[in-house]
């Protein structure tokens, strides 16, 4: 199983193919807030443990293992931002808090989640029924801490 940071590096990789094609130290770099060398040095560690191939002139290419895990990744943080937006979590928290909770939660946890948000998505009035009680509780607070 790969540890947190492993699978950081795994997501962002697959995005990078996915999107651009390739991934580059120096990209991966930029998308994770990290300097190239800490890159090298986990590629290297992802390249040992058989999720993907690293060679210095060639760049970086998923293993079938590495693509199968980054599609996994990829979905499972994509199925927690679409959960806090539904629950109406404010925009500019939501990356954050994905990247803070996504690799906390059992396969188990992200697959119920994944029928709650099916739940949601399938029947909108749901969504707006919740959007009521949201509304009522900030009413509530409102009255109670003025
Ligand atoms: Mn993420």
Same mark, same amino acid.
Do not use: C
């Given at each position: 199983?790969?540890?947190?940071?492993?699978?950081?590096?795994?997501?962002?990789?697959?995005?990078?193919?996915?999107?651009? @094609?390739?991934?580059?130290?120096?990209?991966?770099?930029?998308?994770?807030?990290?300097?190239?060398?800490?890159?090298?040095?986990?590629?290297?560690?992802?390249?040992?443990?058989?999720?993907?191939?690293?060679?210095?002139?060639?760049?970086?290419?998923?293993?079938?293992?590495?693509?199968?895990?980054?599609?996994?990744?990829?979905?499972?943080?994509?199925?927690?931002?679409?959960?806090?937006?539904?629950?109406?979590?404010?925009?500019?928290?939501?990356?954050?808090?994905?990247? @803070?909770?996504?690799?906390?939660?059992?396969?188990?946890?992200?697959?119920?989640?994944?029928?709650?948000?099916?739940?949601?998505?399938?029947?909108?009035?749901?969504?707006?029924?919740?959007?009521?009680?949201?509304?009522?509780?900030?009413?509530?607070?409102?009255?109670?801490?003025?």
């Amino acid at each position: 199983m790969p540890t947190p940071s492993m699978e950081d590096y795994i997501e962002q990789i697959y995005l990078l193919i996915t999107n651009k @094609g390739y991934a580059r130290v120096s990209d991966i770099a930029e998308a994770l807030e990290v300097h190239p060398s800490s890159v090298t040095k986990m590629v290297q560690k992802l390249d040992r443990e058989n999720y993907l191939d690293y060679e210095r002139y060639r760049g970086i290419n998923l293993t079938a293992k590495g693509r199968k895990i980054g599609k996994r990744l990829v979905e499972r943080h994509d199925l927690l931002e679409r959960l806090l937006q539904i629950i109406g979590v404010d925009k500019d928290n939501i990356y954050e808090d994905v990247e @803070g909770i996504e690799h906390h939660l059992s396969w188990n946890s992200i697959d119920r989640i994944g029928d709650l948000v099916q739940y949601f998505e399938e029947v909108p009035e749901r969504i707006a029924d919740l959007k009521l009680i949201q509304e009522r509780n900030e009413e509530e607070e409102e009255t109670t801490h003025p």
